[in-house]
């Protein structure tokens, strides 16, 4: 992935002494209703955490979320969740990245980052190099998918339910009834006296 010159949205002491920590690292540093948000250069992550932890005092990582930008490329991101015991301040770190380009894992520097990163993985389907038990953590180990795509079904492509004749859990395509794909999206309180907002559509024309 190619970077541009990085650019800084905000001048104050905290942007600008991590600008300064982190150098060539910093793809860019936006501040929004006094949240300071990190881009980083996905492949120099690991040394950019260091930084922030070593130079800038962001001690502890409290949280890695995954974010899903379909139309995007890269397509994911993954957001770091940082804070500083010393200056009680929180910054957020983001990297991009593909299903194919593994993120560096972060487990060196927080050991709690094995957690989190199973999550993201799990939900995203985003790798991280250097992590030795990248598994799945909140959903079977024999779930296809990850649940938390933009592009993954909401019914899921597979259900389970235990067989009393096979007596054990049986795994088998989702199938709707009829009756959960007809909808006709009038309001559960038809039959008030006066309409609710929105209700309009259950007008006769």
């Known amino acids: 992935m190619s970077h541009s010159a990085p650019r800084y949205a905000s001048n ?3 942007a600008d002494a991590i600008a300064k920590a982190l150098g ?3 793809v860019s ?3 929004v209703h006094g949240e300071i948000a990190v881009t980083v250069v996905t492949s120099r992550l690991v040394e950019a955490m260091t930084a922030l932890r070593d130079e800038c005092a962001y001690q502890q990582l409290m949280e890695i979320a995954g974010v899903d930008w ?3 490329d890269p397509r994911f ?5 940082l804070l500083s015991l010393t200056k009680n301040h929180r910054i957020r770190v ?5 299903e194919d380009v593994p993120v560096p894992s972060v487990t060196g520097i927080w050991p709690v980052a094995g957690w989190l990163e199973r999550e993201v993985f799990d939900m995203y389907g985003v790798l991280f190099e250097g992590n030795s038990d990248l598994r799945r953590i909140l959903t079977d180990y024999g779930f296809q998918g990850h649940p938390q795509r933009k592009d ?3 019914t899921g492509f597979v259900e389970l339910r235990y067989s009393e004749e096979h007596k054990r859990v049986m795994y088998e395509p989702v199938t709707l009834a009829q009756d959960f794909r007809s909808f006709d999206f009038m309001s559960p309180w038809e039959g008030a006296d006066y309409v609710l907002p929105g209700d ?3 007008e006769a024309k």
Request: include cysteine.
């Open 12 to 14: 104050d002491g905290v």
């Open 24 to 26: 060539k690292d910093v």
């Open 29 to 31: 540093i936006d501040e």
């Open 70 to 72: 379909p139309d995007q």
């Open 77 to 81: 991101e993954v957001v770091y969740c």
């Open 94 to 98: 983001h990297v991009r990245t593909n």
């Open 152 to 154: 993954f079904p909401l």
């Open 200 to 202: 309009e559509k259950g």
